[in-house]
């Protein structure tokens, strides 16, 4: 009987972490899992591919600080935002800052770049490391925002062209970081600074 009791706190515990984690899990299609189970890989090879571009004083910048936890409640709110691309088909390009928010829905919270004229949305899940997954989408300013296909990407592709996979986590107090493993088009990673 005591055994029993032991094992239930256990498994009551296994259960709400499995039903935690399975959010994101059950949402992403195996192509962009294992995009996203590349991270390191993607940001190694991309940093390669950009030595010989101008801007690797802004690059680390951003992607070398320590990732650290931020609390919904902080992450909540408007950023600024630039999007970096690496690597791929140029060796780098960094962009104006825009406007991005993060904010609360009936699901949890959304990511929204808001101006400029490539916009990205989706669905932030909290994740194990301390951070948020994104599930979303890219779309042009003008269209509606297009939402992540996950496992219904059209025509038998393993991928859609504007689904957006990456991983979200703090870098200071009022900054944070999305990191996008090998994007499906134009650059081998790319990172959205956020600051406020």
Known sequence: ??????????????????????????????YDA????????AKSRALSEAAAGSDMGTIHSVLDPEARSLSADLLKGSWRCR?????????????????CRIRENGDGLTF????GSQRVSGQLYANETGGYVLLGAFAVDGETPHAYSGN?????AVATP?????????????SARIEFPYPVQESTF??????R
């Open 1 to 30: 009987m005591r055994a029993g009791r032991i094992l239930l706190p256990i498994a009551v515990s296994l259960l709400a972490a499995t039903s935690a984690q399975a959010g994101w899990q059950d949402q992403i299609s195996r």
């Open 34 to 41: 294992n995009r996203l189970s590349k991270l390191e890989e």
């Open 83 to 99: 999007t970096i691309k690496i690597g791929g088909m140029t060796p780098d390009v960094v962009y104006s800052w825009f406007h």
């Open 112 to 115: 929204e770049k808001v101006s």
């Open 152 to 156: 219904g990407a059209s025509a038998g």
């Open 162 to 174: 504007d689904d957006a996979v990456g991983l979200l986590q703090g870098t200071g107090e009022r």
């Open 190 to 195: 790319d990172v959205i600074e956020l600051k």
